[in-house]
């Protein structure tokens, strides 16, 4: 399901990103979603993960691209601490996908109000 919060292009790089990611203390609703458009390419970002965070020493074999979509997840995370530490490195990437645009034509599955923004 991550992969698909990032271009199909990306999606090695999410899977060795997945591989360092300790397992989700619960599996997030796949309703839990909200639409956005990536270059063209609609994605579905999870409104929240609950994946607690790697260690360290996993997280130094990963490339730079890796490393800032380790970021993107994170900024997903359930804890607003963790949010915060992740949006601070992941704001310096300038890749467009670190900061998708809302999509109108993707409309936000979840129940819950969302928006474009990777912070909320």
Do not use: K
Not at 12 to 19: F, P, S
Not at 63 to 90: F, K, M, N, S, W
């Amino acid at each position: 399901m991550l992969t698909m919060a990032f271009p199909a292009a990306l999606a090695n790089d999410v899977r060795a990103v997945q591989a360092i990611m300790p397992p989700a203390d619960y599996a997030p609703a796949p309703t839990e979603a909200f639409g956005v458009s990536v270059d063209g390419e609609a994605i579905s970002i999870p409104y929240r993960i609950h994946h607690p965070e790697p260690a360290h020493a996993a997280t130094q074999a990963l490339t730079p691209r890796q490393t800032a979509i380790l970021g993107c997840l994170y900024t997903r995370h359930h804890d607003g601490y963790v949010r915060q530490r992740h949006i601070e490195q992941v704001i310096r990437t300038p890749e467009p996908w670190t900061h998708p645009s809302w999509s109108g034509s993707q409309a936000s599955t979840s129940s819950r109000s969302s928006s474009a923004s990777l912070t909320g």
